[in-house]
């Protein structure tokens, strides 16, 4: 038994197991960092070149988590149809890609085209971001409106690794009152999904 202990604490260690991972509440009013990170389209972006006029959602995903298969589908959704809102989705991917190459930037390039993202998908090499934002886990969404302030850090709806059928859209809900009030909901329930695979000298 102890070296089973031992073996799963190593592995733990190592992010070798899926463990499912929630952000805290959401911190009403805290301010958006800047960035400066390559995308899929071969360009560079800053925050400042991608944040919508209304509202800003920058989600931190990546290419091999159950939990955000399970959503993309619906989050390409909600991005388009938040677009006409003025609130402009951002995805950032900061996943150690030497330890799970399906993170890699090649890979996210072709998940990118594959599946017609309508938003930028952005290469994190370095972590600096994510640490930055603390972000969590894949996805974890930020949702800002027009001033750059924290409304929302909430889940996209209640499917976690499998699709819940005529789930409540409770990102795109959340965000279309933020286009219109400057204000998120107070009742807010976390999102959940995998860690963020950290480098390990990191």
Same mark, same amino acid.
């Given at each position: 038994m102890l070296a089973i202990l031992k073996r799963f604490a190593h592995n733990l260690a190592q992010g070798k197991l899926t463990m499912a991972a929630i952000p805290p509440v959401c911190n009403f009013g805290e301010p958006a960092h800047e960035f400066s990170l390559p995308a899929t389209d071969g360009k560079t972006y800053r925050l400042a070149d991608l944040k919508g006029v209304k509202g800003t959602v920058i989600v931190f995903m990546c290419n091999h988590c159950p939990y955000v298969k399970a959503?993309?589908?619906?989050?390409?959704?909600?991005?388009? %149809?938040? /677009?006409?809102?003025?609130?402009?989705?951002? &995805?950032?991917?900061?996943? @150690?890609?030497?330890? !799970?190459?399906? #993170?890699?930037?090649?890979?996210?390039?072709?998940?990118?085209?594959?599946?017609?993202?309508?938003?930028?998908?952005?290469?994190? %090499?370095? /972590?600096?971001?994510?640490?930055?934002?603390? &972000?969590?886990?894949?996805? @974890?969404?930020?949702? !800002?409106?027009? #001033?750059?302030?924290?409304?929302?850090?909430?889940?996209?709806?209640e499917s976690k690794t499998s699709i819940v059928p005529n789930a409540r859209r409770e990102l795109y809900e959340a965000m279309k009152q933020v286009a219109e009030t400057g204000r998120g909901p107070a009742e807010q329930t976390p999102s959940m999904g995998c860690s963020i695979k950290w480098k390990h000298a990191a």
């Open positions: 959503v993309i589908d619906r989050l390409i959704r909600d991005a388009n %149809d938040l /677009q006409p809102l003025g609130v402009n989705v951002i &995805a950032i991917s900061s996943n @150690d890609a030497g330890s !799970y190459p399906e #993170d890699s930037f090649d890979h996210m390039r072709r998940w990118a085209e594959e599946k017609a993202f309508p938003f930028k998908y952005l290469y994190d %090499d370095s /972590q600096a971001v994510a640490r930055t934002y603390d &972000a969590v886990c894949t996805p @974890d969404f930020f949702g !800002y409106n027009a #001033d750059l302030e924290l409304q929302y850090r909430g889940r996209l709806d």
